[in-house]
Structure formats: structure tokens, C-alpha cells
């Protein structure tokens, strides 16, 4: 081989290293662009917009949650099976304590900030121990809340 083609050789080689390397960079920039977007719509509550911009990314949705997007659907399950309680529910465990709640209670609460919740995908889920906390720190139900339990059998 002559020095000439060697040349042309280490050249197309070259080409083709930057192609890839181009390639690789503008896969990862589309990837970090999906990832911002996904996260935005889980911030925003569009959970099923997020599923549906990270699935692409997921090669095994059953493997090791080791890379952004698996970690961000992990983060999207834990957030769910954390606010799992509806307002029916929410308001079933207040009653517990607050026999007298009512869900006109449950919604001025929820608009005060005193009961977490979050709204998924246009409905709104409760935190799953929401309850107790609001009858720690909301004087309101703390005034409300029944005090006395009778033991049993006795009267």
C-alpha cells in the first residue's frame, strides 16, 4: 500500500469516527430532551404522557432500574402507590377520627394545603397517611377530632 492510500484510509476512518460520535451525541441530546419533557409532565401530573414518552427508552421494563428513565418510572410507580387514596377513601379515614367530616372538609383541607394530595392525570389522590397528619398539625380537626374511645364492653 502506498502512503497515498493510507492516507485515504485513515481519513474515511476518521469520517466515520465523527459520524458515529455525532450520531452518539445527538442520540444522547434527543434522549436528555425526551427525559426533561417526561419529567415535566410527572411535576405537571400528565403521568400517562410521561409513560408514554419514556416507554421508547426502556428496553426491559423487568430489568434493574439503573439508568434516568427506568429511575423515573420507579420514582412515577413509588409517587402512586404513595397517593393511592381517592377523596371517598380519604374521607372514609377521617371519619375515623372526625365522625362529623364531611367532603365539603375534605375538599377545604385539601385547597389550604392541609391534606397532601396530588392530582395524576386530572384526578386527585390522596397521600396514603395524609389523615394523621392533618390531625396533627391542623388545630381545626384537632378541635374536631373525637376523644374518647370506649373500650370494649364496657358501658
Known sequence: MNERNVLRRAGSLLAAVLCVTCLTDTARASADAVLSEARAAVQAGRFAEAETLIAPHIANPDAPVT????????????????????????????????????????????????????????????????????????????ARRKRTVEAAGSQ
Not at 106 to 112: G, L, M, T
Open 67 to 142: 439508568d434516568a428513565f427506568a429511575i423515573l418510572r420507579e420514582q412515577m410507580r413509588r409517587i402512586r402507590r404513595d397517593y393511592r387514596l381517592t377523596p371517598e377513601s380519604m374521607l372514609a379515614q377521617l371519619k375515623l377520627s372526625i365522625p362529623d367530616a364531611t367532603m365539603t372538609d375534605v375538599e377545604r383541607w385539601r385547597d389550604s394545603g392541609d391534606l397532601q394530595h396530588r392530582v395524576i392525570d386530572g384526578k386527585t389522590w390522596y397521600f396514603s397517611r395524609a389523615a394523621g397528619t392533618l390531625l396533627r398539625f391542623c388545630p381545626e380537626a384537632q
